[in-house]
């Protein structure tokens, strides 16, 4: 064979990488480790990988922000449209700026202070702005640094407190006034959400007291929004026109399917960064494997519900209800996010199902206590959040009914407690509710003053 330049091309590059591969090995023999020692990029190979799987978790949750942005875009009525766009573009971009300046302190103290940080492992964080560290570090400060980048900590972090508030604005869709949500987004993003988080994830007295086990979050994120969109809900009512004296349901249909069906792949997509960079580690072949099985779970968690609202909505009402299949796989998700890891793919596709059978039974009872929940965000996120924290026990053997039920209680309680002050005290000096006139006619009007859909707007 004749050798051409491209061919001493390749061979050299395959030598090349046959060279470096030992400094990537994590349990390598020791002349390839003592050669690691010198390498730059092996030398810190667990604090680079564990950084990367935070930054692609992250960006992955991010796109969960469009996921509810298409999802409660679909879910609305045409006139209500842009009301929901731009509450989603704001919430996110609130939740940023008081994760910052308040949130990620409280959630993970690293100030000069806390309440209870002892034995009881604390019960409110420190308070203080969010640092970074210095540009460009040194490899010489390795000693110094944690298992990852701060900025790759505070980012991926970041995104769970979005998601909680977004959580929020589709339930309260068609009648709430934008200022007074985005007020209430403020207090949830810098300091409800961080405060609870902390008991659990920052090390603070449900974990260390109660053993509570939530890996990416059923309870510390979906069913925290849950409480608060449920708390508002019974505070804000009902949209005008959706019970009727006598107690029957008037269908208020969505204005898009397609987005809404847009959104939930959009959703599904995102959470394999939900679940599976929380893991928090890449640095070895079991981190990976891992993050590989909490993707595989996670999947099958989604496929359950979806197809368990698909089959069981046939079986209830003759027909298909596309509204009930998307939310049907979002409560599939949401039910395997507080174990995503230890269930075999069965169980993972069990769990999901179940959370695909509470939606489908859970929104006609809300409507029976004539609570109206426009997208469906309550029996997906609050009820099935519940049932995944439930759930853990079933496939993960550290965990207890005690440590899980009692968050879900104390969770719940602080919630309902601090969403229901908040609420009232908007409502008093704002008001929480557009008027009737300004319902009727549309948010998109009367709000937003850009109509989604201005050459066609039905009610």
Known sequence: MEFKPKHIAGLAACTL????LPAFAQEAAEP???????????????????????????????????GFAMLEAGLVRSKNVSMQLTKNVALFSIAAIMYYLIGYNLMYPLGSWTIGADETGGYLGAFGVAVLEAVGVA???????????????????????????????GTLAERIKLWPFLIFTVVLTAILYPIQASWKWGGGFLD???????????TVVHSVGGWAALT????????????????????????????????????????????????????????????????????????????AALALTQILYKKVDITMVLNGALAGLVSITAEPLTPTLGAATLIGAVGGVIVVFAVPFLDKLKIDDVVGA????????????????????DATLTGQL?????????????????????NAVLG?????EEEMLGLDKAEIGVEAYPEFVRG
């Open 378 to 397: 309550i029996p997906v996120h609050l009820f099935a959040g519940i049932w995944g924290t439930i759930a853990v026990l079933f496939t993960n053997s």
């Open 17 to 20: 990488l046959a060279a470096t």
């Open 208 to 218: 260390t007291q109660f053993g509570f086990l939530d890996f990416a979050g059923s």
């Open 432 to 436: 929480l509710r557009c008027s009737e």
């Open 32 to 66: 390839a480790a003592e050669a690691a020692t010198t390498a730059p990029v092996g030398e810190h190979v667990v604090f680079i990988f564990n950084s990367l799987l935070f930054l692609i978790g992250g960006f992955l949750v991010f796109w969960m922000a469009a």
């Open 232 to 307: 508002g809900a019974l505070i804000l009512g009902a949209r005008k026109g959706k019970y009727d004296p006598s107690g029957a349901v008037m269908p208020m249909p969505g204005s898009n399917m397609p987005l809404a069906t847009l959104g939930t792949f959009i959703l599904w997509l995102g959470w394999f960064g939900f679940n599976g960079a929380s893991q928090l580690a890449m640095g070895s072949v079991g981190d990976v494997a891992d993050v590989s099985r909490i993707f595989a779970n996670t999947n099958m968690g989604a496929a359950g519900g979806a197809v």
């Open 406 to 426: 009692s968050a879900i209680v104390i969770v719940g309680i602080f919630m309902v407690v601090t969403s229901a002050v908040v609420w009232f005290i908007l």
């Open 139 to 169: 490899p010489e400060a390795a000693d110094d640094l944690s298992y990852a980048s701060t900025g790759s900590d505070f980012f991926f972090q970041l995104m769970f407190c979005a998601t909680t508030a977004s959580i929020v604005s």
